[in-house]
């Protein structure tokens, strides 16, 4: 089973205590394995830091993480945390194999030199200043608009008026921004409602354009 229990793409909730003890209980039940992406956990602002699953039950969780947000999606690294008895496994279907030497020495240079813990820091403070930016425009120009999913991540929900998603995502993209509507990420076969919403990626704007990008942004939402 392949969840994301600290911050859920795209929608940004954190599985509850209740349901990540009963996901861990079902894998010890079938004997299933469950993959924690952890795809953004260095990114969480204003609430307390969630555990990893993998703590609750190391023989059935795999941990999964990326150096995508955290420095960039280019470099294609990444780590697994195994449980002991997949490594063997893992290792002879050739894990890290297919990501450059120097690059992975290198990271673990900068790790284990507490430099990426200093640029995870200030990157922290970085982007927790662009999405109170991002929030406080938006409830000062864009009262209809609700805000979601911004505790952790680099990336916000934007709730919108029922029936406007598709003319706010023409609106962006006339406004030359990429941003996706929530019904890109709903499997065609779900129930229910999902409301009108746009994903909106807050870290890619370079400082000197944000401001910039965030007028555009207000001026296509309703
Ligand atoms: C849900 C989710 N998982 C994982 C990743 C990271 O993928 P990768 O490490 O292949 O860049 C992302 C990146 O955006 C993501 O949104």
């Not at 830091?49 to 703590?55: D, R, S, T």
């Not at 284990?112 to 662009?130: I, K, P």
């Not at 996706?180 to 065609?188: A, D, E, I, T, V």
Request: proline residues 7%.
């Amino acid at each position: 089973m392949l969840l994301s229990p600290a911050h859920q793409f795209p929608l940004g909730g954190a599985l509850r205590p209740e349901r990540r003890a009963a996901v861990v209980d079902w894998a010890r039940r079938t004997g299933g394995l469950i993959l924690e992406d952890d795809y953004d956990g260095e990114f969480r602002y204003d609430r307390q830091a969630v555990g990893a699953l993998q703590n609750l039950d190391p023989d059935h969780v795999v941990h999964l993480g990326t150096a995508s947000k955290s420095l960039a999606p280019g470099l294609r690294l990444g780590w697994m945390v195994l449980p002991p008895s997949l490594l063997p496994d893992v290792v002879a279907h050739g894990g890290g194999r297919s990501v450059s030497a120097l690059e992975q020495l290198t990271l673990a240079e900068f790790l284990t030199s507490g430099a990426y813990d200093r640029h995870v820091r200030a990157a922290r403070l970085r982007y927790r200043r662009r999405r109170d930016s991002l929030a406080g425009a938006l409830a000062d120009r864009a009262p209809d608009v609700r805000v979601t999913g911004i505790a952790a991540g680099l990336h916000a929900v934007l709730q919108l008026p029922p029936g406007t998603e598709q003319s706010v995502v023409q609106a962006a993209t006339w406004q030359n921004l990429a941003v996706h509507g929530l019904s890109r990420y709903r499997h065609p076969a779900a129930g229910g409602t999902a409301g009108d919403a746009l994903v909106v990626g807050y870290a890619t704007p370079p400082d000197h354009a944000w401001s910039g990008t965030l007028e555009a942004l207000c001026r296509a939402l309703p």
